[in-house]
């Protein structure tokens, strides 16, 4: 069964402390994996796709990285505007532009 | 552009009413989806649209149906709503490809 599992639940950072957040995964035959960033209230909105092993992908203070089991979104300095929930999401080989979202990362930056 | 724009923002129903909950998309898109979400569950597929004409279930079907009216639209009905159905509903619409999905803002429905 395709599974995505993300960790940690919660983090909170003071603003500048850098962290990554984890999304491992469970699918037969990755066609891509997501990131998308979800404010309260709102819905996701997508930053990233990656689609094999050792690709990267940056953008501002975010840089998400794959592996044939996981990808990693680290956050570099992070800012309080940064605090948001981060969702991944795997696209199985097959599954007709299907989206299988993990639970969520909620960051929460303080100054 | 607007995007994905869900109708209405926010419900409350009793136990065993229906509603519609209506989505459009601006950006031309061939597939639309609705999902749900609920704390710590993530997001959970409901019902899928291909492509105009076309509708397939997704993860959670269960007491829900759809209708894709044309290729800008596709709602979401429940017949006889139940407490369980308490949750956030988001359409989403694509066309493949790098950009994944384009959501709509949520609507918040609370079945009492």
């Known amino acids: 069964e395709d599974q995505v599992t993300q960790s940690p639940e919660a983090l909170r950072l003071q603003e500048g402390e850098s962290s990554s957040l984890n999304c491992s995964y469970t699918?037969?035959?990755?066609?891509?994996l997501f990131w998308y960033r979800q404010d309260p209230g709102k819905g996701p909105e997508f930053l990233f796709t990656?689609?094999?092993a050792g690709e990267e992908k940056e953008k501002e203070r975010l840089k998400a990285t794959l592996t044939k089991k996981e990808s990693f979104l680290h956050i570099t300095a992070p800012k309080p505007e940064d605090s948001a929930t981060y969702l991944c999401?795997?696209?199985?080989?097959?599954?007709?532009?299907?989206?299988?979202f993990g639970a969520g990362t909620r960051l929460a930056v303080h100054p | 552009n607007a995007g994905v724009t869900q109708t209405p923002k926010f419900q409350v129903l009793k136990t065993g009413q229906s509603m519609t909950l209506q989505c459009a998309q601006d950006?031309?898109?061939?597939?639309m989806y609705w999902y749900r979400q609920d704390p710590g569950m993530g997001l959970r597929l409901i019902y899928y649209?291909?492509?105009?004409?076309?509708?397939d279930k997704g993860e959670v079907p269960n007491g829900y149906n759809v209708s894709r009216l044309n290729k800008r639209e596709f709602s979401l009905r429940l017949e006889s709503a139940a407490p369980s159905q308490t949750s956030v509903y988001f359409c989403?619409?694509?066309?493949?490809?790098?950009?994944?999905?384009?959501f709509g803002s949520g609507t918040r429905l609370t079945v009492v």
């Open positions: 950006m031309n898109h061939n597939s």
């Open positions: 989403a619409s694509s066309e493949g490809g790098d950009r994944g999905y384009t």
């Open positions: 699918v037969s035959g990755l066609r891509g």
């Open positions: 990656l689609y094999s």
């Open positions: 999401a795997v696209q199985a080989a097959g599954g007709y532009n299907k989206l299988i």
């Open positions: 649209s291909a492509s105009e004409g076309t509708t």
